[in-house]
């Protein structure tokens, strides 16, 4: 698994690609949120369509949610995108995240995934 980090206009975007694995994930999340660009994002879309997996478990679902909320405490929302066929039905992966204090969802659809990671900041800025 590899992990691609770049600052773009208000958010950081995390893509990952290769076969999914917690602690590669969990090992390339931390290192992308040392850089110093990364630790000024307070929103993230983390991309995980392209990855690989052969269908998360429960256990492994509860295990992303807790080390999600866990490695992103300065993050204030964290939009994922990932594959119909990755969502789970349930969202029980991320209704752990946001049991454990961070602000996110899981989007199949990038535009939707955009509007709502930005639309707080937009709402304190403003309107424009």
């Known amino acids: 698994m590899e992990a691609l980090y770049r600052d773009e206009r208000g958010f950081g975007f995390v893509g990952f ?3 999914w694995n ?3 994930f969990s090992r390339l999340l931390k290192s992308v949120l040392k850089a110093p660009k990364a630790r000024r994002q307070r929103q ?3 991309d995980l369509s392209p990855v690989e997996n052969n269908h998360l478990t429960t256990l492994e ?6 080390e999600s909320a866990t490695l992103l405490t300065d993050v204030e929302r964290v939009a994922t995108l990932a594959r119909v066929d990755q969502i789970d039905k349930e969202r029980f992966g991320e209704t752990v995240a946001r049991n454990k204090g961070l602000d996110v969802r899981v989007f199949s659809d990038p535009e939707k995934a955009l509007t709502w990671l930005l639309e707080r900041r937009r709402s304190r800025s403003g309107p424009r």
């Open 44 to 46: 993230l879309l983390v």
């Open 22 to 24: 917690l602690n590669d």
């Open 17 to 19: 690609i290769g076969q």
């Open 61 to 66: 679902r509860y295990k992303l949610g807790v």
